[in-house]
């Protein structure tokens, strides 16, 4: 189990470069290497070398992508912080209580994101869509907003924490196939919502949302490779059956 | 108990103005309201108003003190954070395991003062020694030298995290529709098998204990009501198809 080489801390469209530096200076005091930019609005930047300290090491290690999906690359587990509610619930817990399990899936050899939104309005509802789980930092329900690069230390803080206590009894959980890879769940997704339409199933007197229901599904459950192999063959016999008729 | 009355943030001598900003909308995130300055370097300041964002209204409360002592007034508890190891050992704890005694000390309706030291040097051996206790933030050994602000956030969360454990304030976790039945579950599975089957995806290639696979997928996940009708609706919507062909 190692929190520096599975887990990777991914900041969406940072607007201010000195949250980065000072973000990847957090993430150092607990113990975290690998940093993930996506689209940033300043960067490379020298605000971001003076915020970022003596962690300044790990700057030239940063990993710059234009978009989640390359961010999520080889990525089993996807966490996004969001303290808002949705209108289609997401299973969003307070950090303290399911950073163990976070903790967890990092010992069952899964690789894992957290995702970070914007400084301004944190993740969309696509994004944090793509999310395994979601959690939220308590906080004072009059002024819940931390700074970016606050959450990021808090956030880590707990996982180091937690990562300790752990280590003494750590007892991996057995599975007996490896877990999907994200990206591979979401086409899976996309699949499903194809042949769902296919079907016309969306059209009658069915639920709000469904989209947005589909993908809560998919993703919370962590599903395996064969399982997502699995249901493509389902889809794929599926579609086939409708193409022949 | 009440963290916004009974615990003083004191920051001693700081130099840098924006971290009294960042500590003082960390801390308001956190439902802490009083903060006193010892001697600062640079206060009043523009950069305090610009990093405390939407704490701006607790500027004009900061108590600002020419020395410890004058700080300390009406404080019955004191709490110095401290990383260093002194020539004499203190009661040095790590945050998370003394976080509860420091609540006790509130519920014991004792005012609580917790000490931040210089952002260089930290706290001298005089003003430790005016602590009852002291605490450390557990952190990657390389490299623990969390931002001032950053330790004020931490330390708040920490205590904030406690505070509302014990008084059992943590809302419980909201979903918008509710579990599905267990023996609906288990007639959705069927169901899944049987349109499985009619589609001949347990032939060709399929995996070893592709029923028992299909169960443990459709039981961890932990379905709604909503998700388990939209399941049935779409294996029905693919059946009717298989049987207008």
Chains 1, 2 share one sequence.
């Not at 992508?65 to 080889?74: G, I, P, Q, V, Y």
């Not at 769902?196 to 059209?203: S, T």
């Not at 589909?214 to 794929?236: H, S, W």
Request: net charge neutral.
């Amino acid at each position: 189990m190692s929190l520096n080489k599975q887990v990777k801390i991914i900041l969406i469209e940072t607007t201010n470069a000195g949250n980065i530096g000072s973000a990847l200076r957090a993430m150092k005091t607990m113990n975290f290497t690998s940093l993930c930019l996506v689209n940033p609005r300043d960067f490379p930047s020298e605000a971001v070398e003076t915020m970022a300290a003596n962690a300044k090491d790990l700057i030239e290690h940063i990993e710059v992508a234009k978009n989640l999906d390359e961010a999520l690359e080889d990525i089993n587990f996807v966490v996004g912080t969001s303290s808002r509610t949705r209108k289609v619930p997401w299973p969003n817990e307070p950090l303290h209580k399911i950073s163990p399990r976070i903790i967890k899936e990092i010992n069952n050899k899964k690789n894992i994101a957290i995702l970070f939104g914007r400084e301004d309005r944190g993740l969309t509802n696509d994004e944090l869509q793509r999310c395994n789980l979601h959690v939220n930092i308590p906080a004072n329900s009059d002024y819940p907003v931390l700074n970016l690069a606050m959450a990021v230390q808090v956030v880590c803080y707990q996982l180091f924490i937690d990562n300790s206590l752990n280590s003494q009894n750590i007892k991996s959980e057995y599975w007996d196939v490896p877990m999907a890879e994200t990206n591979h769940v979401q086409r899976l997704i996309n699949h499903f919502i194809e042949v769902a339409e296919q079907l016309e199933v969306f059209n009658k007197g069915n639920p709000r949302q469904i989209g947005a229901r589909i993908k809560r599904m998919f993703t919370r459950i962590g599903l395996d490779e064969m399982e997502v192999n699995f249901m493509r063959g389902f889809l794929a016999a599926v579609e086939k059956k409708l193409k022949d008729k």
